[in-house]
């Protein structure tokens, strides 16, 4: 059955929804989506309950199980590894892809989301302005595929960073905020390899210390 203009309008609607509860760690990692309580909750028809999880399923937010439907995955130590260094490959090139295209006004944006950063937030608001940094930082990379798959890398690592934040303590704000720092004044200066670099440590830290952090994935379960 081919979805109407209605039905698209309920697709997106319910995936926004879905996929903000997901982002937030309201439906957690192994919680099934079971479309009729989708439908009842949120309106709509199954139908576009169905098209709404499929586009969260190419976006790296639900996984699909035969006989068995939609549920949020869950990643064992192994898996976000392996999603982090992806990250490591992935996010510098779309970096230095971007930076050259960024100009004073999406600087400044940047700049005052970092701002907003350093003020002192709690994990709920860091994750969302971390993830606005970096984003932003993105602007200026038309690669569909590469900016696709970065944003695949984020979402499947979303509950874990989160998980992380929270056993982790303040005590993480400065080194995440010096690393932000360093991060800017590289592409103010327009240095893809000192930008590159940044980049890659800022990833390849919090890899490392969710690696010292066991007791994290026994709460995806």
């Known amino acids: 059955m ?37 439908a009842e909750r949120l309106g709509g ?16 937010l639900v996984e699909t199980e035969p006989n068995k439907g939609a549920r949020v995955p869950v990643l064992d130590p192994g898996e976000v590894e392996t999603l ?11 970096l230095v892809e971007s930076m050259g295209k960024l100009g004073s006004a ?3 944006e940047i700049e005052a989301i970092q701002q907003r950063i350093e003020q002192g937030v709690d994990v709920a608001e860091f994750l969302v302005l971390d993830r606005e940094f970096h984003m932003a930082t993105y602007t200026g990379c038309t690669d569909e595929h590469l900016m696709s798959s970065v944003t695949r890398l984020w979402n499947a690592t979303q509950h874990y960073r989160r998980a992380f934040m929270s056993v982790s303590g303040p005590g993480r704000a400065w080194i995440v905020n010096a690393e932000h720092r360093l991060l800017m004044e590289a592409i103010e200066r327009q240095d893809a390899d000192d930008a590159e670099l940044y980049l890659l440590g800022h990833i390849r830290r919090t890899r490392k210390e969710l690696a010292r952090h066991p007791e994290i994935f026994s709460t995806g379960s």
């Open 2 to 38: 081919t979805e109407t203009p209605s039905n698209n309008a309920a697709s997106s609607r319910i995936a926004a929804a879905l996929r903000a509860d997901i982002l937030d760690g309201t439906i957690p990692p192994g919680q099934r989506l079971r479309q009729e309580d989708i």
């Open 45 to 60: 028809s199954r139908l576009p309950v169905r098209e709404a999880l499929r586009m969260l399923a190419a976006e790296g």
């Open 84 to 94: 982090y260094r992806m990250r490591e490959r992935l996010e510098p090139l779309a």
């Open 106 to 108: 999406e600087i400044a």
